[in-house]
């Protein structure tokens, strides 16, 4: 049996861009593994797909998708030994990195048709076998600073429309 997993210091679910993101890969195993190397990849994707008329009733779908980052960090690596196995045990593998200061905030359409996602992906890397790999959401979100944006400390005035009724929400 092998078994992978994060363990995130951070919340994965509030990441902001230019922060750092921290953790370890835990690998549990069973059996001997022929392991070239155990990396975690961050990455960032949008992705957007719509349909446009190009006449007479019918349309075109088109789509495009970009990364906005990417990496692989290194974890582990048998340089040294080429073959080198890893025994049965409980090993972790710490890693940090640091978003890019101009990250995107995650994003999904509820139609689906655009998105900007993060996610870790941690991969072991077997010597003529299939590799173990696990994947890690994470959300990016958008830096509020009440400092350049002044529009942000006025107070929200809410209107309905069945009544005269005023609503005012003051955030001190």
């Not at 069973?30 to 994707?45: A, R």
């Not at 719509?50 to 009733?57: A, D, E, Q, V, W």
Request: with cysteine.
């Amino acid at each position: 049996m092998k078994n992978l997993s994060f363990e995130l210091y951070n919340n994965p679910e509030l990441c902001y861009p230019g922060s750092a993101m921290a953790g370890q890969i835990i690998l549990e195993t069973t059996k001997p593994i022929n392991c070239s190397k155990i990396t975690v990849e961050p990455n960032g994707l949008s992705k957007v797909f719509f349909y446009r008329s190009i006449g007479h009733g019918r349309s075109r779908g088109y789509s495009n998708q970009e990364k906005y980052f990417s990496g692989s960090i290194i974890l582990y690596e048998s340089v040294n030994n080429p073959s080198a196995i890893i025994p049965p045990g409980k090993y972790s593998y710490p890693f940090r990195f640091l978003f890019p200061n101009n990250c995107v905030p995650t994003f999904n359409d509820p139609k689906g048709k655009a998105s900007v996602k993060y996610e870790l992906i941690a991969k072991v890397h077997i010597r003529r076998g299939r590799n173990l790999t696990k994947k890690q959401p994470l959300t990016v979100c958008p830096i509020l600073d009440f400092n350049t944006d002044l529009d942000l400390w006025r107070p929200v005035q809410l209107l309905t429309e069945k009544s005269e009724l005023q609503v005012t929400v003051s955030f001190f």
